[in-house]
């Protein structure tokens, strides 16, 4: 493996969706690819995951929302990254969001998110793919 | 006991039985030896031969499977008979088909009341709530931690006020209404007696279950507010004030349902659910009450999965243990209490986005199972809700299919049609034994609170997650339109159900007026006579009575509580 160092991502479950299959899969499957995975547990506000992430100097903020409430959650994280100054800090995800509501938030700076059916191999490689090109600039 | 009599004469008997059955048996035997030489080593197509819970099956079950198991009277008996494995009724659905109830609540009580009297019209026989998650968490449509999910995946419903609207135009003498609740299941249940009690109809003839167990909230689904003990005191309380009060109502569901779709195994399922189940009636017994006072209104909830003959074999295992446990272990005399009464929903957690029209098959063919497996309800899940809150087509589909199942398959007309099978007796017999050596693993660990403590439920589901997860991206499972049979872009070109951002705003507005319009005083008059409630022991269902009537929002009964009970800290892990 070409990292530099082990990737560090902060897996989130923000909200009051108590869905956890996901968020343990991939934080389970991050874990196995050599990432330093540090996992939130459930229920958590935006600014506890902010400060988590602060806290911990995570290179990845990945959050998993089953609820239908992403639309309010991942731009109030970003935002509260950028105000920390983590604006580096890739956010990106995974749950129930419609396409065209992935499409928006990635407008708004918001990393991939992923539906349901996605392999985590894919996640994996795009958390790669993203880490190289930041170390790059 | 008498029993164990029975028992050695039984295991006298059999072994007469096989005695005299030597010669049929040595020449199945052979024959079955001949068929395994003449199959050979033909080919096998490479694919996985196990169920989707890892379980390995044989090609082909034969009599020889059955020589050792337990006589056809004892095992499995006849329908509405002990110990129920064909069915908990005598006549099942020719008497009375199934409930087609549809789990559905969003945005507000007034479009959700428009949803249900649209269901009713379309011929569903039962309303099933589905409650946002503030509400499941137990927090007010204004309150700061639901902000953005407000309505969004159920109905938000913060008093009486809203409880109300929900059923307003409704008969709540008439239809039952089940509903999804558990964390704060206490004090929904209590905004929906006062809200019949509107209506003029009083607890006695309310007809409907409340989800209500909180063991499996700390296990697999996650809605939970107070820590065990305290939680566990609010159902034992509800056991015991539905047994007096509102004697055909169920104040539980105990629900495997989300331990399934969290990522167990059918044994998995059936063994954390029963086990469940049981640990509520023994807190019943601990706390003073006679168990046929409380047993025979405990219902169950599990999930139908895709593995056809395993979960039909799950329902019929899941009556024979329960029965056997409630009259051997507890010592239940009514048979009403021996009696394991279900509601089935299909499982979501098998249904894809791409090609999403696919999920109405895999729907079908749980649903089928379910009837097989003699489900007393069921929820069919719509083919659009992996990717959001179904719309009014794909939820009036997923009905069709029940109806069609119901009245044009032919599968209501015979009682567990299945049964005799070599197969699905053997798996039947198989789940049971599985589940019982979970029974034991669990007791090992000190009981069913102290292994959610440890977090051992919660490993053992996530472990089960992993295993289906790395099948699949392995491709030895195959996903039809996810690991085969993919199409096109993969670009998924389906309508969905949005909720407007409005709603939070709508109940901030309805929230505020309340609050102006109430009783003031008679609200903090209710809520401190709950706290000393809670301080004390007695029941705590007249107290939150009470507050429901004074108009007291549920995160303010909740609070009260809280203050009392503390809150409950999960063990973090993956």
């Not at chain 2, 196990?50 to 090609?59: A, M, N, V």
């Not at chain 2, 403590?453 to 997650?465: L, R, V, Y």
């Not at chain 2, 709950?530 to 269902?541: F, H, K, P, Q």
């Amino acid at each position: 493996m070409s990292d530099s160092r082990n990737i560090r991502v902060l897996v989130a479950k923000p909200g009051l969706d108590g869905h956890d299959r996901g968020a343990k899969v991939i934080a389970a499957a991050f874990r196995d690819a050599g990432f330093e995975v540090i996992y939130t547990g459930l229920h958590q506000t935006p600014e506890m995951i902010v400060s988590a992430a602060v806290q911990e100097d995570v290179d990845v903020v990945a959050m998993s929302i089953l609820s239908g409430a992403h639309m309010t959650l991942f731009p109030r994280v970003k935002a509260l990254l950028d105000e920390a100054g983590a604006d580096d800090v890739l956010l990106t995800g995974g749950g129930i969001i419609p396409e065209e509501d992935a499409a928006a938030l990635e407008a708004q700076g918001i990393g991939r998110l992923f539906g349901p059916g996605t392999s985590t191999e894919d996640a994996i490689g795009y958390v790669r793919e993203w880490f190289a090109q930041r170390e790059r600039a | 006991m008498s029993t164990t009599e029975k028992d050695v004469t039984t295991a006298a008997e059999l072994a007469a039985e096989l005695r005299a059955r030597e010669g049929e048996v040595a020449e199945l035997k052979a024959r079955l030896e001949a068929w395994e030489a003449a199959v050979g080593d033909t080919p096998q197509r490479e694919a996985l031969f196990t169920t989707i819970s890892g379980r390995e099956l044989k090609p082909l079950y034969t009599p020889l499977d059955r020589i050792e198991a337990e006589r056809y009277d004892e095992a499995v008996g006849f329908p509405g008979e002990f110990p129920f494995t064909r069915g908990p009724y005598t006549t099942m659905y020719r008497t009375r088909l199934w409930t087609m109830r549809q789990f559905a609540g969003f945005a507000t009580a007034k479009e959700t009341n428009q949803r249900y009297k649209y269901l009713l019209n379309h011929g569903q026989t039962g309303l099933s709530v589905a409650f946002d998650f503030p509400t499941l968490m137990g927090y007010d449509s204004d309150h700061p931690r639901s902000l953005g999910e407000v309505g969004v995946c159920g109905v938000a419903i913060s008093s009486l006020a809203d409880m109300e609207t929900l059923f307003d135009g409704i008969p709540l003498d008439q239809v039952s209404v089940s509903m999804t609740i558990n964390g704060p299941a206490i004090i929904l249940f209590c905004f929906y007696v006062a809200a019949a009690e509107k209506q003029g109809v009083t607890p006695e003839i309310l007809r409907g279950t409340v989800q209500n167990d909180i063991l499996k909230e700390y296990q697999a689904q996650h809605a939970w507010i107070f820590p065990p003990e305290p939680a566990l005191r609010c159902i034992v309380d509800m056991f015991s004030w539905c047994s007096g009060h509102a004697p055909k109502y169920n104040p539980i569901s105990i629900s495997g349902y989300h331990i399934r779709e969290a990522g167990a195994t059918a044994a998995q399922e059936l063994a954390f659910t029963l086990r469940n189940g049981f640990e509520y009636v023994e807190r019943g017994i601990a706390a003073g009450l006679d168990v046929d006072s409380f047993a025979p209104r405990l219902s169950f909830f599990f999930d139908v999965h895709n593995d056809f003959f395993e979960e039909i074999a799950k329902f019929r295992a899941a009556r024979r243990i329960w029965a056997r446990g409630m009259r051997e272990r507890y010592g239940a005399k009514n048979p009403e209490s021996w009696r394991l009464r279900t509601h089935a929903q299909t499982a979501g957690v098998s249904l894809t986005a791409q090609q999403p029209e696919n999920n109405i098959v895999r729907v079908a063919y749980q649903a089928m199972a379910a009837a097989l497996g003699g489900t007393q309800s069921l929820h069919t899940n719509s083919m659009d809700e992996t990717l959001a809150l179904p719309t009014e087509k794909a939820v009036r589909i997923a009905l069709r299919t029940q109806q069609i199942l119901a009245f044009e398959s032919g599968v209501t007309n015979t009682i567990d049609p299945l049964a005799g099978s070599y197969f699905l007796e053997t798996l039947t017999d198989e789940l049971e034994r599985d589940a019982l050596e979970i029974f034991d693993e669990i007791d090992e660990l000190g009981g069913v609170v102290p292994a959610i403590e440890t977090g051992w439920f919660q490993q053992e589901i996530a472990a089960a997650a992993m295993r289906q997860q790395r099948e699949i991206e392995a491709d030895e499972r195959v996903v039809v339109g996810v690991n085969d049979f993919e199409e096109g872009s993969g670009k998924i070109e389906i309508d969905v159900l949005r909720i407007d951002a409005s709603v939070e705003e709508k109940q901030r507005a309805h929230m505020a007026e309340l609050r102006e319009r109430r009783d003031e005083a008679e609200v903090q008059r209710t809520l401190s006579a709950l706290g000393e409630a809670c301080r004390g022991s007695d029941n705590l269902v007249p107290r939150i009575l009470d507050c429901a009537r004074a108009y007291c929002t549920l995160y303010e009964i909740r609070h009260a509580m809280e203050e009392v009970f503390g809150s409950y800290k999960e063990p973090v892990f993956f």
